[in-house]
């Protein structure tokens, strides 16, 4: 990192933008579509969890697909764990 040279103008700092919200209509299709994938996660922002899905969906041979579906659902049912993003921005209708 260098040092700016003394008289040299530096660049105003920029504002942080807020974050937009996430579609709880999108992450509730994509879970429903494919929640198998993590898909609806990945959106949301929880890669971990995303990670996990696809790995117990190739395991159990896409019996774990069903997890995805039903958070889709529970997402469009504006279940009470479905209510943010992982950054804690709640979800937009």
Same mark, same amino acid.
């Given at each position: 990192m260098t040092q700016p040279n003394v008289g040299e103008p530096t660049a105003p700092a920029q504002p942080v933008p807020a974050a937009?919200? /996430?579609s709880?209509? =999108? =992450?509730g299709l994509l879970g429903i579509f494919l929640g198998s994938l993590g898909v609806h996660r990945f959106y949301l922002g929880?890669? /971990?969890i995303g990670i996990i899905q696809i790995v117990v969906t190739l395991v159990t041979f896409g019996f774990g697909a069903l997890w995805g579906f039903i958070?889709?659902?529970?997402i469009l =049912?504006? =279940?009470e764990a479905f209510r943010a993003d992982a950054s804690g921005t709640p979800l937009a209708d």
């Open positions: 937009q919200p /996430k709880r209509i =999108a =992450a929880y890669t /971990k958070e889709g659902i529970m =049912a504006r =279940a």
